[in-house]
Structure formats: structure tokens, C-alpha cells
């Protein structure tokens, strides 16, 4: 008796050790960044955290300079123009843009990318205004057929109605379920 114990024990133990790491491991999704010729420009990265997503973008072969950068609510990317992805994300209408507007309730807002003179770029940052999958008051990026980030051609001021004055999309990635 105490044999087949120790044999369950032990075979419990060792299935919660190599579980282990498929039950802590964050939540993500991935996408490829396209512009408006189709080309594969980057990479993005979002992962599900407690109070929000950590997203982390890559770029090459895009203008010098600073970049608005949104999740937007439909995960399409048709180039050229990326009007398949829709408005940005949000929960409330009308929707009010802008990080620096005292009453923006616009969940796609993001700062601003910067490119630098070859092209590229790579950077992380959280935002709280969004979540991965649904079970919270925000915006579930993965619900709903998805939704998408779109890099815009100028930055984003954070305040003008309705994307900042960021102006074309000029990149965009549908974000898809991890693997």
C-alpha cells in the first residue's frame, strides 16, 4: 500500500512540476506588422498582466521620427489605407481621445513611437486601459473578432479629436491568440 502511494505521490508531483509552467505562464498574443505595400515591417507582442497588457512593438523600414500608435477595435489589416481595423478601442461613446484630455475615456490611446533615423524601432510599455480577454471592465483585446495596432505616419498630441492629428496609417498588426 504505501508502495502505490508513494508511486501516486510522486507521479502527482511530477505532473505539478512540468504543469507548473504552462499554468504560470502569461497569457499573450502576437502579431506582424505590415505597411501599406503589404511588406512585413515588424513585429508586435502583448501580454496579458493584472492591471492591464505589456505590449512590446519592433519596427524596421518606417519613416524617421515620433509615430501615434493605437489599438484599434477590428482585427483586419487590409492595406493600404488599414480602415478595415476600425475606430480605436473603447467601451464609452462618443469617445474622447487623448492621453492629455481631462476627459478621454478612449482605451486604444498609447504613447507615442519613436523611430529612429534607420527606420527602426523597438519598445515596451504597459497600458491599464486595455486586457487580453475578457472578465474586467476593460476592453478585451482578444474578444470580438479581435482588434488590431495601428501605427500612424505622424505623432499623436494627445489631446485633438478624434486619433491626436497622427494622421495615416502607415502600419498595422492583427493581434492574434498566442501559441
Sequence with gaps: MKSGLTKALAAGLLLGVMASPLASAAETADGTLVGADGAEVGT???TNAP????LRV???NLSPGWHGMHFHEKGSCEAPKFTSAGSHVHTMTPVVHGLLHDN?????DLPNLYVGP???ATVELYSTLVSLKSGGTRPALLDH??????IHAHPDDYTSQPIGGSGDRVACAVIKAGS
Design 44 to 46: 508586435v507582442k502583448v
Design 51 to 54: 492591471g492591464g497588457v505589456l
Design 58 to 60: 519592433s519596427v524596421r
Design 104 to 108: 478621454a475615456n478612449d482605451n486604444g
Design 118 to 120: 534607420d527606420g527602426q
Design 145 to 150: 473578432g479581435g482588434s488590431s495596432l495601428v
